[in-house]
Nanobody
Framework: QVQLVESGGGLVQAGGSLRLSCAAS????????MGWFRQAPGKEREFVAR????????AYADAVKGRFTITRDNAKNTVHLQMSNLKPEDTAVYYCNTDRGLGQYTIYDPRRYGYWGQGTQVTVSS
């Protein structure tokens, strides 16, 4: 079982950048694809990005494509989300999670993923 702790959130002006980190415990980290999701107040949790076990394959939500980059370091059990050109609509709590590979759900569906941690707050001011 993998436990996850997100960090790196904060308050930033529109157009700025932040780098989120997700530290994982457990020796099976490299066997999971990993995803980042976000949830804004009053809205459903939404897919942001996903990276394959090896890090070769990535996927992004249209809203963040070209601005966000997901990477991972299996030697350090970490996943990062580099966010650039941030917009006020990016304001949300950001969560990382393990992709359990449940075939009945697409990679964009939060039900495919494991236990949700506390997340890290990102606030973008206009």
């Amino acid at each position: 079982q993998v436990q996850l702790v997100e960090s790196g959130g904060g308050l930033v002006q529109a157009g700025g950048s932040l780098r989120l980190s997700c530290a994982a415990s457990g020796r099976t980290f490299s066997s999971y694809a990993m995803g980042w999701f976000r949830q804004a107040p009053g809205k459903e949790r939404e897919f942001v990005a996903r990276i394959s076990q090896s890090g070769i394959s990535t996927a992004y939500a249209d809203a963040v494509k070209g601005r966000f980059t997901i990477t991972r370091d299996n030697a350090k059990n970490t996943v990062h989300l580099q966010m650039s050109n941030l917009k006020p609509e990016d304001t949300a709590v950001y969560y990382c999670n393990t992709d359990r590979g449940l075939g009945q759900y697409t990679i964009y569906d939060p039900r495919r993923y494991g236990y949700w941690g506390q997340g890290t707050q990102v606030t973008v001011s206009s």
